[in-house]
């Protein structure tokens, strides 16, 4: 079964670091996308960075680039996501998911409606 899981989560204080990971198992990330997003209470979903593991590049948000950074284990096959300089606005249930194509559109994204099932972060101010 193809799938993503995510860990890492927790509660950290404003200013504080956190990595999140993203597992895929039962398929290989390799020529995939693989996307995070996040979603406030209330909020609509947010895309926050795209990496493509094609061209080795990541697209940020506006709202993240200069504090987050993706980072992949190919070995272990997980996608990674360090978030530096956090703010209490970051507080969020964070996702990752994953498709052909890179988009911080998450109508639409993840083939095979591969999304992981989420992990929480919240940031004290």
């Known amino acids: 079964e193809m799938q993503l899981v995510e860990s890492g989560g927790g509660i950290v204080q404003a200013g504080g670091s956190l990595r999140l990971s993203c597992a895929a198992s039962?398929?290989?990330?390799?020529?995939?996308?693989i996307a995070w997003f996040r979603q406030a209470p209330g909020k609509d979903r947010e895309g926050i960075s795209c990496f493509n593991t094609n061209s080795d590049t990541t697209h940020y948000a506006d709202s993240v680039k200069g504090r987050f950074t993706t980072s992949s284990d190919n070995a272990k096959n997980i996608v990674y996501l360090q978030m530096n300089s956090l703010k209490p606005e970051d507080t969020a249930v964070y996702y990752c998911a994953a498709d052909l194509f890179c988009s911080l559109n998450p109508d639409g994204f993840g083939i095979h409606n591969l999304w992981g099932q989420g992990t929480q972060v919240t940031v004290a101010s």
């Open positions: 039962g398929f290989s990330f390799d020529g995939y996308a």
